[in-house]
């Protein structure tokens, strides 16, 4: 496996080695689809192994280069009386977006302005983020 994984990847007999791949490539813009919802992966150290830190991209949504993307213009909306209402507009340095100060129970909508494709809507239910 390529990036930081330094373990041997396993998944459902159906996966292609290639695209499994993506799931660890560093790369946030490709990714791996499972065949079914009851897919694991599971990486195999060979031995006990401590992990420091794992991360997980969510991707925007099914268009192959839906994620969140350091250098891309992102706009994070609010649905307030019968429309969207832009509050935020960000270009992120990392893959990660970090807004504060949001309205405790509302409905969001997070745009990349630079593709027409990319939008994902969104709550915050105890401190947590649910993609729709």
């Known amino acids: 496996m390529q990036g930081r994984n330094k373990g041997k990847v396993l998944a459902d007999k159906n996966a292609d080695d290639n695209i499994l791949n993506n799931a660890f490539d560093g790369d946030v813009t490709t990714f791996y689809k499972a065949s079914n919802n009851n897919t694991n ?63 405790k129970k509302g409905l969001f909508l997070l745009k990349a302005l630079s593709r027409s494709d990319e939008s994902r809507i969104f709550t915050i239910d105890g401190g947590k983020q649910k993609w729709f």
Not at 84 to 93: G, H
């Open 41 to 103: 992966i599971v990486i195999d150290y060979g031995q006990k192994t401590v992990l420091e830190q794992v991360k997980i991209t969510p991707k925007l949504n099914d268009s192959p280069n839906a994620s969140i993307v350091a250098g891309r213009k992102y706009e994070l909306n609010y649905w307030a009386n019968g429309y969207w209402k832009p509050i935020f507009t960000v270009v992120p340095d990392t893959n990660t977006i970090t807004f504060n100060g949001l309205p």
